[in-house]
């Protein structure tokens, strides 16, 4: 009677799979999610503010996404304590065991320099200090030191978040624009609504890893009030360009709208306070900001 021999595995699909993980791994440290956002706003900066090339407008987006992903893997490596204790980012690769923390370490600071390199070189020096100036505030001021500490941590360190379409302003100007402070103040403003309808939704999560966020410390209720406050400020920020004439009637149209609308849901979070209301701020929020960015270049346009 033969004898079956069940054949054993090769390593090369285990090896061909750990690869796939691995570069699965040094992607997610970079949050390309996070970042998609972050290249709108620069890259409708730059046509807003001037007629780029091509290889102008490639350069900047690519130093700005080595800018954002050098700060997300930081981030990676300096939150993996709490990322440990929270349900929704338990997998990511530090607080998985797939990675070692100085890896996400030391690919944050390469990414960084690159960045800040390729930005000197193909567009200008204020671009590339502008877009290391974001990094070191997102690392510096909210990661390290205020998203443990205080309430107002998004707030503060949603300055962070404003900088790209400065560096894409910059990159076609040549240099600092008081225009370019227009789309800033509005990412500034437009970050603590947006954030917090996030937070409502988590805010389990940043409780059991100990982070003091709005809804954490200050209830729910505190939380939507403080979210239609911060609509207001958007919604009155959004108007300033008009005023100081940097954009006119289309801008002005679609900044209106959408900041009506915005006000709305915000209003309807307070009133109701539930959880589909906050989900709806939130991805309203989303695509407010994408909107009103592309009205800016519309109405630089025509």
Not at 101 to 130: D, K
Not at 230 to 259: N, R
Not at 264 to 271: A, G, V
């Amino acid at each position: 009677m033969p004898i079956s021999v069940t054949a054993r595995p090769t390593a090369a699909p285990l090896v061909a799979s750990g690869a796939r993980q691995r570069v699965s791994d040094l992607v997610a440290l970079t949050k390309p999610k996070v970042q998609l956002l972050l290249l709108l706003t620069t890259v409708t900066a730059m046509y807003a503010a001037g007629d780029p090339s091509p290889q102008l407008v490639l350069a900047t987006l690519l130093g700005g996404s080595l800018s954002a992903g050098g700060a997300s893997a930081i981030n990676h490596w300096f939150d993996r304590d709490i990322d440990a204790d929270m349900p929704r980012t338990q997998d990511r690769p530090i607080p998985s065991g797939r990675m070692e923390p100085h890896v996400a370490l030391w690919v944050g600071l390469w990414l960084t320099i690159a960045s800040f390199f390729l930005l000197a070189l193909a567009a200008n020096m204020t671009a590339a200090l502008l877009s290391l100036a974001g990094f070191g505030w997102y690392v510096g001021v909210y990661t390290m030191w205020l998203k443990r500490r205080t309430t107002q941590n998004i707030v503060i360190g949603g300055v962070a978040g404003a900088f790209p379409p400065m560096v894409g302003w910059a990159a076609v100007t040549g240099g600092f624009a008081v225009d370019s402070l227009y789309p800033f103040a509005i990412v500034f403003a437009w970050t603590a609504p947006h954030f917090w309808a996030l937070s409502l939704l988590i805010k389990d999560d940043y409780a059991a890893a100990g982070v003091p966020m709005l809804p954490v410390v200050k209830g729910d209720q505190a939380t939507y009030r403080a979210i239609l406050a911060w609509s207001a400020i958007t919604a009155i920020v959004s108007i300033v360009p008009v005023i100081a004439g940097a954009f006119g009637t289309i801008y002005l149209v679609v900044a209106v709208l959408l900041a009506v609308e915005l006000l709305r849901r915000s209003w309807l979070l307070l009133r109701d306070g539930t959880r589909a209301r906050a989900v709806s701020l939130h991805l309203y929020a989303l695509a407010y900001l994408a909107a009103l960015f592309a009205a800016m270049v519309v109405d630089a346009k025509l």
